[in-house]
């Protein structure tokens, strides 16, 4: 028997080298039970009336963590399966319905809420019944809802897909008649109308959308962090990278850093195109061995509690740029950052456009049919809901110009998430360097 291993002063040190290593990155985020009953809140005042119904997800996909529906976790921050949940404007009441587990479920997939005997003081939820009793629920308390069930009628979003893109999908999926049945969403719609003919179903996902392209103090707090982590995971992919190296050890290097940083991976399957595959817009192979004289494209975000990141870079692979990729690189470069100027709150995509056009004559660059405008909106979802036409304080853009000549193998495309202050812009993902000198110097102080 060993004794007096445990040593008081070993502990304490490693504690401090744990703490510094650690850093920026061991802080926690997530978001307090208080927000959830807040936008529970706001969605009841616009509804007004009627009763909001919205479902989570019921299954787990196969071969990656499990992520709740994005509405549904807006609302609810709960990551149970087969969890629905119902609001009632003219009761105020929140109520949470959730599957009654088997034992063997609650081995395999952890207990959910119902079982937790302080379920609703830990969630804010005013009752959390078994999801078996929800018809019952909804009977019972039928005449106080006005004739009116606020769903979801729209297609969902996913962590990658806007809720266009899902529709699209859908209808890709229904071309032969083997694959066209209903979307569950639509299943769950016709369920609804099948048992509840007198109800009239509106779709709640505009003021759902209206409300999440405004991001809460909570969520701007998230989305710094994630902006840090995903700059950091680019950085660390250039400085992965060399001639000989394969594009999928640029991903690996950006991986290790996102998944320290705590969250539960990338916000879209990471794209590492080199040479010929800078081209590719959506290039995820990441398979191709990088040669001298490339240019790596790497377009990258980490999901961190159900936000997500959009970060685009292009670096030379063996650290100097060309003279021709210079060129190229400048005149993105330039649009984007005029961009970057122009996102203020009230400006539209015209005066975006007009901008970048007077500065690219100022600097007598030819912006080679570059024009500026609105990005893509970025939040639960890579492209997030539409944003309207004018920019408003707490939305956040990713801005993404890009020039492709596959004809030289040469593609450039420079992005960054940014936040719209009251005066501005705040670039979410400032930390990882873009201008030419920058990348270069970073890329000359690479480890042999
Ligand atoms: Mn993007």
């Not at 399966?81 to 081995?107: C, D, K, N, W, Y």
């Not at 210079?326 to 400006?347: D, F, M, S, T, W």
């Not at 000549?405 to 705040?426: A, F, M, Q, S």
């Amino acid at each position: 028997m060993t004794r007096n291993r445990f040593s008081p002063w070993r502990f304490a040190a490693c504690l401090v080298f744990l703490a510094a290593v650690s850093g920026l990155f061991a802080q926690r985020t997530g978001y307090s039970r208080e927000e959830f009953a807040r936008r529970r809140a706001a969605l009841m005042d616009q509804v007004k009336d009627g009763a909001v119904v919205l479902f989570g997800d019921a299954v787990a996909p196969a071969g990656s963590h499990f992520r709740q529906d994005n509405d549904f976790f807006y609302f609810s921050g709960n990551e149970d399966l087969g969890a629905i949940l119902v609001l009632v404007p003219s009761t105020r009441a929140a109520t949470l319905f959730l599957p009654q587990q088997t034992a063997r479920e609650e081995m395999v997939d952890g207990p959910n809420l119902l079982k937790d005997p302080e379920g609703k003081t830990k969630s804010g939820f005013t009752d959390i019944f078994a999801v078996g009793y929800l018809d019952e629920f909804l009977a019972r308390n039928l005449s106080r809802f006005g004739g009116r069930f606020h769903v979801r009628l729209s297609p969902r979003d996913s962590l990658d897909n806007a809720r266009s893109e899902t529709g699209l999908m859908d209808g890709r999926r229904s071309r032969s008649h083997y694959n066209d049945q209903l979307s569950v969403d639509n299943y769950r719609i016709v369920k609804l109308k099948e048992r509840y003919p007198q109800m009239e179903l509106r779709d709640v996902a505009p003021l759902i959308d209206a409300m999440r392209a405004v991001k809460t103090p909570e969520e701007i707090a998230v989305m710094r962090r994630n902006g840090k982590i995903s700059a950091e995971a680019v950085r660390q992919a250039m400085l992965a990278t060399r001639p000989g190296a394969f594009e999928y050890e640029v991903e690996a290097a950006a991986m290790s850093v996102v998944l320290k940083g705590g969250a539960k991976g990338a916000a879209y399957a990471p794209i590492v195109g080199s040479g010929p595959n800078s081209c590719i817009w959506h290039y995820d192979e990441n398979s191709r061995r990088v040669e001298a004289g490339d240019v790596v494209l790497m377009d990258f975000g980490a999901d961190l509690d159900h936000l997500a990141m959009d970060i685009t870079r292009t670096w030379p692979a063996s650290g100097r740029f060309t003279e021709e990729q210079k060129e190229v690189y400048r005149i993105v470069l330039e649009v984007q950052k005029a961009c970057i100027e122009a996102y203020k709150p009230g400006a539209t995509p015209k005066d975006v456009r007009d901008h970048v056009a007077s500065v690219m004559k100022a600097k007598g660059l030819d912006p080679r049919g570059l024009e500026g405008g609105f990005g893509h909106g970025v939040g639960l979802c890579v492209h997030d809901v539409p944003l309207g036409g004018v920019l408003k304080e707490g939305m956040v853009f990713a801005i993404e110009p890009a020039l492709y000549y596959p004809e030289k193998n040469l593609g450039i495309r420079i992005e960054d998430t940014v936040l719209i202050t009251r005066t501005g812009c705040e670039v979410l993902t400032k930390d990882v360097p873009k201008e030419i000198d920058e990348i270069e110097k970073l890329m000359a102080g690479r480890g042999k």
